[in-house]
């Protein structure tokens, strides 16, 4: 397996390309009618600074699954969801 | 190299992809029902689908050297109609005997509906009662986490379902525990945007080992293509892994899956 510095020699040039390319995204939104408004109430930009501050300060080894779990839809299941099939299962 | 993408939706591909894949060394394809891009209007357009599925696309893909298998279900998407739905689940019975077809599937959810969640539990049980292997679509984006749990309590609530039969698909960093700790197979898409890169799904290949893990392309109708499997065995590789150990997982662990329903014919190798 490569060590670290093989790893960032690897990638970095596509890490350095992924940053420029978010940084133009928010230049992009900001140009537009409506910009600075959007930038700064819409949730999802919020949750998207919010992943940024998991590169930032967060600790991995998981910052992919941190920023996934930012990403989630975290309200409850529709009610009764699994209980159905587990009564009926039991039946059996 | 041999590939097999066990995730594919050629109806909706061209001959082009079927001639990368020839090229590439990929041999088999399993190819399971899924949404038009448009919510059909009757039971009897799914009939035709599925004849498709079954006999027209094995044939197109036999010319290229691919053994294609599929298979039926109505998709999570579709589901919110349940009247069509149940309709739809009636035509499946009777094929689940075709040579071609595999088991149950991608059943799932899609937006974590309660109609979803009747479609879903209805087709389990066309599974359970049939003894069918079962692939699951979990939803895409910020429904996964909460689709894929609710999927697998459901799955796990059910004595009937052996977890080795079942493939959860499209896990992610945040899915994965929940399929492969619950003794299910565990599916990972490469698929632009939306789902997982060539880089990350090695990353997860190397983070949670290859065991019960199956790669796959889920070409279809929208931006995606067959490279996107070949593309991750080529970073797998590239990170110095070794290509036997590239062979277990995007040809033998495919084949140990399909491989519990005896219609699969393509065995894993040395």
């Given at each position: 397996?490569?060590?670290?510095?093989q790893t960032l020699e690897q990638y970095f040039l596509e890490m350095r390309w992924r940053c420029l390319s978010l940084a133009a995204d928010l230049d992009r939104i900001e140009r537009?009618?409506?910009?600075?408004?959007v930038l700064s109430t819409d949730p999802r930009l919020a949750k998207l600074r919010q992943a940024i501050n998991v590169l930032l300060e967060?600790?991995?080894?998981?910052?992919?699954?941190?920023?996934?779990?930012?990403?989630?839809?975290?309200?409850?299941?529709?009610?009764?969801?699994?209980?159905?099939?587990?009564?009926?299962?039991?039946?059996? | 190299m041999r590939y097999i993408d066990p995730h594919i939706h050629c109806v909706s591909r061209t001959t082009d992809d079927y001639l990368y894949m020839s090229r590439c060394g990929v041999v088999a394809v399993s190819e399971p029902a899924f949404w038009a891009g448009f919510d059909r209007s009757t039971a009897?357009?799914?009939?035709?689908?599925?004849?498709?599925?079954?006999?027209?696309?094995?044939?197109?893909?036999?010319?290229?050297?691919?053994?294609?298998?599929?298979?039926?279900?109505?998709?999570?998407?579709?589901?919110?109609?349940?009247?069509?739905?149940?309709?739809?689940?009636?035509?499946?019975?009777?094929?689940?005997?075709?040579?071609?077809?595999?088991?149950?599937?991608?059943?799932?959810?899609?937006?974590?509906?309660?109609?979803?969640?009747?479609?879903?539990?209805?087709?389990?049980?066309?599974?359970?009662?049939?003894?069918?292997?079962?692939?699951?679509?979990?939803?895409?984006?910020?429904?996964?986490?909460?689709?894929?749990?609710?999927?697998?309590?459901?799955?796990?609530?059910?004595?009937?379902?052996k977890p080795e039969r079942v493939l959860i698909d499209h896990c992610e960093e945040h899915t994965i525990r929940a399929a492969r700790d619950n003794g299910f197979w565990a599916g990972l898409t490469i698929y632009p945007v939306t789902k997982v890169t060539p880089q990350r799904g090695a990353d997860i290949l190397e983070q949670f080992g290859p065991q019960m893990i199956c790669v796959n392309?889920?070409?279809?109708?929208?931006?995606?293509?067959?490279?996107?499997?070949?593309?991750?065995?080529?970073?797998?590789?590239?990170?110095?892994?070794?290509?036997?150990?590239?062979?277990e997982i995007f040809h033998n662990n495919p084949c140990r899956f399909?491989?519990?329903?005896?219609?699969?014919?393509?065995?894993?190798?040395?």
């Open positions: 397996m490569r060590d670290a510095q537009s009618p409506g910009g600075p408004g967060g600790k991995g080894p998981n910052r992919a699954e941190q920023v996934q779990t930012i990403f989630s839809d975290k309200t409850p299941p529709p009610e009764g969801a699994t209980k159905r099939r587990s009564d009926e299962a039991t039946k059996g | 009897s357009s799914f009939a035709d689908y599925f004849r498709h599925l079954t006999d027209v696309e094995p044939k197109r893909a036999a010319k290229y050297g691919i053994d294609h298998y599929c298979w039926l279900c109505i998709n999570a998407k579709e589901a919110e109609n349940v009247s069509l739905s149940r309709d739809v689940i009636k035509l499946i019975p009777p094929l689940l005997d075709h040579p071609r077809v595999l088991g149950v599937g991608e059943i799932g959810l899609n937006k974590n509906t309660r109609n979803e969640i009747t479609v879903f539990e209805e087709q389990v049980e066309i599974a359970a009662r049939y003894d069918q292997l079962i692939l699951i679509h979990t939803p895409h984006l910020e429904d996964k986490h909460k689709g894929t749990s609710i999927i697998t309590s459901i799955l796990k609530n059910d004595k009937r379902i392309s889920a070409s279809d109708w929208g931006e995606s293509g067959p490279s996107n499997l070949t593309d991750t065995c080529l970073e797998y590789l590239r990170r110095g892994h070794a290509e036997q150990e590239a062979t399909f491989g519990q329903n005896p219609k699969w014919k393509v065995k894993p190798v040395g």
